[in-house]
Every structure is written in structure tokens, then in C-alpha cells.
């Protein structure tokens, strides 16, 4: 039996819907969200993402500013910038479009983003808050991978939950959440020995490599939810995941497609932080 596909679009779609109702409520209340992006240089991909979130605000009814900036743009303008807008009263949220240009030293400039308007979540704070369970706006792409999960009618405590991949953007967090959600969880990477065997033990399977289709059936327990957070560009210019969707799909109990996955799902996770940021500082409950 085929795998129930876990639509990334759909599931957006629907929290967009909710959000558009949320921010007409805190407008009633003179309340407006806003979320300022910052570019630095002319990277195309960062250029699309930079016009998804503009386009995102508009739909919502968010407040949005963005700050497109030269590559020679130094860190200490950049740095400048981020003190004004960590200042200014109508922005909730600040984005900073990574990567950086090779002279602007990335840490600095997230360190630098005040931990309220962190709406990527990248923030040390912020992910100490994470790690220890306290109040904090969390990481787009890995809250978006357990609203997926829960969205689609699965109970996440008790389950064992795999994550193959540690990075700090998508690795580490989704195992923090998943532990917050009472998942046991095993965290796997390029230097686990016993990788297959592991994975096979998955009630719920996250995969963060970056390795086009690295991870076929013979990884997946049957009827496991799998959720994959890769995106590649194949030779022939399509996109893939990091698992073999076409080789699982028969294995697998959920699966997410790539693309129309988890992708939909990290800009929506991006507003619905602004969204949070600005009930906080107003004092509405979140």
C-alpha cells in the first residue's frame, strides 16, 4: 500500500487562512505585525526567498520592509542597520537573508538581531531557550516539520523519532522539538556507524543531509512517517530530497514530497513568528 503523501502546500495553505483572521483581529486592536528582511549582495536564490517572504506579508496583512543592500556593504553598516531596526517600534521581526558575503561575519550579525525579533530562531538565546524548554520563537523550517506532523493526525509522544543530519539550522533543533513533543530521539550523521539499522527502528523518520535520494527503503520501518527537509537540484535541473521518494513510497506510512513538502511550510513558520512576536510585545497572549 502507497504512503499517505503529507502536502507542505495544503497544510500551509490552511494555517495562511488562520493567519489572515489573526492579523485582522490584532489590527482591530491597533495592532500591526511587522517583519523587516534584510539582503545583502544579488545571490539569486536568496533574491527569490527575499520576494516569497514580501509576498507572504502582503497576503497576511503583515507589515514588511526590505532592506536590499550592496555586497560591499560592510559589517559595520549592516551591524548599523540592525540597531535601528532592533529599535524600531513597528518592526516584530528581523531577518537577516543568509549567507552573508564572504567579509561579514554571520555569527556577529545574528548575535547582533535582539532576541525578541529573532524570528528565524537562530539566536543563541534563542536556541538556549529552545534546548531547556523556555518560551522562544522557534526555528522556521523545524517547527514546520512538526506542524506537518501533527497536522496530519499523528501522535508524535511515545513514538522513536530518527533525525539523520545534525546541523544547526535543521539537525539539532528538530530533535529538540521532538523530544519537547515526548518523542524519544536518536540523532544520526555522517559518523554513525550502525546508520540503516537505526533509521530502520524509526516510528518517524527526518532526514537533513543534503545528498540527493541518499536515503532509500531499506532505511524505513514500514508504515513510518518520513519527512524529508532535503532540496538538491539534479543534473537535469529537477529537485529532489535527500530520500529516494519514489524507493520509499511503498515502504512508508506519510511521506512528504519534494518539492511541496516541508518547503511551503518555513516561510508560513516565518510569519507565524512575526505573528507571536509582535502578540508578545504587546502583551497579548500568544
Known sequence: MSAQIIEGKKVSDQMRVEMIEEVAALKDKNVIPGLAVVLVGDDPASKVYVGSKEKACQQLGIYSEVHRLSTDTSEEELLTLIDRLNGQASINGILVQLPLPKHINEKAIIDAISVEKDVDGFH???????????????????????????????????????????????????????????????????????????????????????????????????????????????????????????????????????????????????????????????????
Open 124 to 286: 543563541p538565546e534563542s536556541v538556549g531557550n529552545l534546548t531547556i524548554g523556555d518560551d522562544s520563537l522557534l526555528p522556521c523550517t523545524p517547527a514546520g516539520v512538526i506542524e506537518l506532523i501533527k497536522r496530519s493526525g499523528v501522535e508524535i509522544a511515545g513514538k522513536h523519532a530518527v533525525v539523520i543530519g545534525r546541523s544547526n539550522i535543521v539537525g539539532k533543533p528538530v530533535a529538540m522539538l521532538l523530544l519537547r513533543e515526548n518523542a524519544t530521539v536518536t540523532i544520526c550523521h555522517s559518523r554513525t556507524a550502525n546508520m540503516e539499522e537505526l533509521a530502520k527502528q524509526a516510528d518517524i523518520l527526518v532526514v537533513a543531509i543534503g545528498k540527493a535520494k541518499a536515503i532509500g527503503s531499506r532505511y524505513v520501518k514500514p508504515g513510518a512517517v518520513v519527512i524529508d527537509v532535503g532540496i538538491n537540484r539534479l543534473p537535469d535541473g529537477k529537485l529532489a530530497g535527500d530520500v529516494d521518494y519514489e524507493d520509499c513510497l511503498d515502504a512508508a506510512g506519510y511521506i512528504t514530497p519534494v518539492p511541496g513538502g516541508v518547503g511551503p511550510m518555513t516561510i508560513t513558520m516565518l510569519m507565524k513568528n512575526t505573528i507571536a512576536a509582535a502578540k508578545k510585545v504587546n502583551g497579548i497572549e500568544v
